[in-house]
């Protein structure tokens, strides 16, 4: 009987305790969901694209949150990527992924991690970021920089550009010929500069080799012979230098007829009128000068040009010739015993021989030192053909002149850096008809002196010459007129000093004889033309700057049929002649 009652109560402990854990299974959240919707998260594409160091929003959605609150994660397959989860309180939102900078082509797994923590829920989704392939890493030494100019043990820099750099490069360098180098790169692995130091002897010609590493180990390498030109003693300041065929000429680097020096990091042929008159053009930035070395038998004229990271800041005109213009000069006294000596030829011209066109002389805006080519021909409306070092024809530009909003900036920079620029100016700009600005306030009525008297560092005539100004430097033409006569037929009579040239019938120029029975040439080159920059006239009559204005315009010399003795007021944009007279 006690064991019975033994028995029935252990059975009815069991059940009592069973039916305890049943009811609390159903009510205990540890153990069981209160939400039984499934948590899912996807983003807005299977895939998605990217540049390297760039970035992307990545749009998501979360659905079956139903109040919970979640914990939302991303992370990424490539650690040198960055990612950032935005989320609004609905659980829509983005993975901000930034691209590493580099890239070899390979797909980037993003994954959003969702989790649920009270409900015991977690769910991920995937996307795709193709991530574009980085650029190759490439290494340019300047194109620009063909010859380098240096003293026996001295230095002289060379830029070159690195491209496709995103982590640091590492530059190795050599060179041939008893040359030694160094090189650095700087402006986050952009640029760099190779100094190479010469030996006692520069000898004629060195190369370069050139190699970049970055950290991804990538290479590229580059190799360049240069020709060399040795620095003799600098020239006096000028925009102009006149060199005999085959000599050389080492160019102070300052701006034109001053004593402010040129920044620049490379020299350079901007355009020669006779393919290989220019044998080689270098620079040297820390020696602040650029050497131009001329090939023999050839004369002409040339521009170079000093850069600084391949834009002009400089430019000068190089006069190719045997021409001694303190030998052979052109001339007179007045009355009042004052004696005016010009050049025997207008600048640039390859001779002063009478119905020739080498006696034709460069052009030039009123201000400007930068000249542009002659005509081709006595009877031609085309200019001279151009070249590069090369061999490549430069054609010389016509633009508008720029107009600035701010009406205090002037052309002047920008003409500075195009030397092959004819500015023109619309013939409704008038009064202001000028390619420096469109101001009157503005107009520079001294860019050659013609206010101040002195030789200003715009004017393009070679030391110890500059612009005239206009009136008592030319009275010689008013002198010779008065004596001067017509014949029957119309021409000028060739027994008296000033007069009419003709050529089988064609007028194209003035000749003067002075007292003691020398010829003076005056050839009728024509102009270009203030609004269309095109050559006209060529044969029919010339201008000749001076470096006066009169208001808004520029004076110059009239060289026509019937006018041997006149000055006139033009638009400055005007391309006319320039003859120089001894300071």
């Given at each position: 009987m006690k064991l019975f009652k033994k028995i029935s109560s252990?059975?009815?402990?069991?059940?009592?305790?069973?039916?305890?854990?049943?009811?609390?299974?159903?009510?205990?959240?540890?153990d069981e969901p209160l939400i039984k919707t499934n948590l899912v998260a996807k983003f807005a594409s299977a895939s998605f694209d990217v540049d390297p160091d760039n970035t992307i929003e990545l749009p998501f959605t979360i659905t079956g949150v139903e109040g919970a609150v979640l914990s939302v994660t991303a992370s990424s397959s490539n650690p040198d990527a960055t990612v950032k989860v935005s989320i609004d309180a609905d659980y829509q939102g983005e993975v901000t992924f930034?691209?590493?900078?580099?890239?070899?082509?390979?797909?980037?797994?993003?994954?959003?991690?969702?989790?649920?923590?009270?409900?015991?829920?977690?769910?991920?989704?995937?996307?795709?970021?193709?991530?574009?392939?980085?650029?190759?890493?490439?290494?340019?030494?300047?194109?620009?920089?063909?010859?380098?100019?240096v003293r026996a043990g001295g230095k002289v820099s060379i830029p070159f550009t690195v491209g496709g750099a995103t982590t640091k490069v590492t530059p190795t360098v050599s060179a041939n010929n008893g040359w030694s180098a160094t090189a650095t790169v700087e402006n986050d692995n952009k640029t760099g500069e190779i100094v190479l130091t010469a030996p006692a002897s520069v000898g004629t010609s060195v190369k370069v080799d050139l190699t970049i590493k970055d950290e991804k180990n990538r290479e590229a390498s580059a190799s360049q012979e240069f020709s060399v030109v040795e620095i003799s003693s600098a020239a006096n300041a000028s925009n102009c230098f006149i060199v005999k065929p085959g000599e050389s000429v080492t160019i102070s680097a300052v701006e034109g007829n001053s004593t402010k020096k040129v920044i620049f990091n490379s020299a350079s042929l901007v355009w020669e009128d006779e393919i290989g008159l220019i044998a080689d053009v270098g620079g040297n930035g820390t020696e602040g000068v650029v050497v131009v070395k001329t090939n023999s038998g050839k004369t002409g004229?040339?521009?170079?040009?000093?850069k600084q990271d391949g834009v002009i800041v400089w430019s000068w005109h190089v006069w190719v010739t045997d021409y001694e213009p303190s030998k052979d000069v052109f001339a007179w006294t007045d009355a009042g015993d004052v004696t005016y000596t010009f050049m025997d030829r207008d600048l640039g011209a390859r001779s002063n021989e009478k119905y020739s066109s080498d006696a034709f002389g460069l052009f030039y805006q009123w201000g400007r030192k930068d000249p542009f080519a002659s005509p081709e021909s006595l009877t031609s409306s085309t200019q001279r053909k151009t070249y590069d070092a090369d061999g490549n024809r430069v054609?010389?530009?016509?633009?508008?002149?720029?107009?600035?909003?701010?009406?205090?900036?002037?052309?002047?920079?920008s003409a500075i850096r195009n030397p092959t620029v004819f500015y023109t100016a619309p013939s409704s700009a008038w009064p202001v008809v000028d390619w420096l600005t469109d101001e009157a306030e503005l107009?520079?009525?001294?860019?050659?002196?013609?206010?101040?008297?002195?030789?200003?560092?715009?004017?393009?005539?070679?030391?110890?010459?500059?612009?005239?100004?206009?009136?008592?430097a030319w009275g010689f033409r008013s002198q010779y007129k008065k004596e001067g006569k017509l014949t029957d037929d119309g021409k000028y009579d060739p027994t008296y000093p000033w007069y009419a040239e003709y050529e089988d019938a064609y007028c194209i120029g003035f000749r003067y004889k002075d007292t003691s029975g020398k010829?003076?040439?005056?050839?009728?080159?024509?102009?270009?033309?203030?609004?269309?920059?095109?050559?006209?006239?060529?044969?029919?009559?010339?201008?000749?700057?001076?470096?006066?204005?009169?208001g808004n315009l520029c004076v110059i010399e009239i060289f026509?049929?019937?006018?041997?003795?006149?000055?006139?007021?033009?638009?400055?944009?005007?391309?006319?002649?320039?003859?120089?007279?001894?300071?």
């Open positions: 252990i059975l009815f402990l069991t059940a009592i305790t069973v039916s305890f854990l049943v009811s609390c299974k159903g009510t205990d959240p540890i930034k691209a590493p900078s580099f890239s070899d082509g390979s797909a980037v797994t993003v994954t959003l991690n969702v989790n649920d923590p009270v409900n015991k829920r977690e769910t991920t989704a995937t996307t795709i970021v193709n991530v574009t392939e980085s650029d190759p890493l490439t290494l340019t030494i300047s194109s620009d920089i063909k010859s380098v100019s004229n040339a521009v170079v040009a000093a054609y010389l530009e016509s633009r508008v002149r720029p107009v600035f909003p701010d009406r205090t900036t002037t052309t002047l920079d107009q520079d009525n001294d860019l050659w002196g013609g206010v101040s008297g002195v030789k200003s560092k715009y004017d393009p005539c070679p030391t110890g010459w500059k612009v005239p100004k206009s009136g008592a010829e003076f040439w005056f050839p009728w080159a024509g102009h270009i033309n203030c609004n269309n920059g095109k050559l006209q006239s060529v044969g029919g009559g010339g201008q000749t700057h001076t470096a006066s204005v009169s026509a049929w019937g006018n041997p003795a006149s000055e006139a007021q033009l638009n400055r944009p005007y391309g006319s002649n320039v003859r120089c007279i001894k300071e």
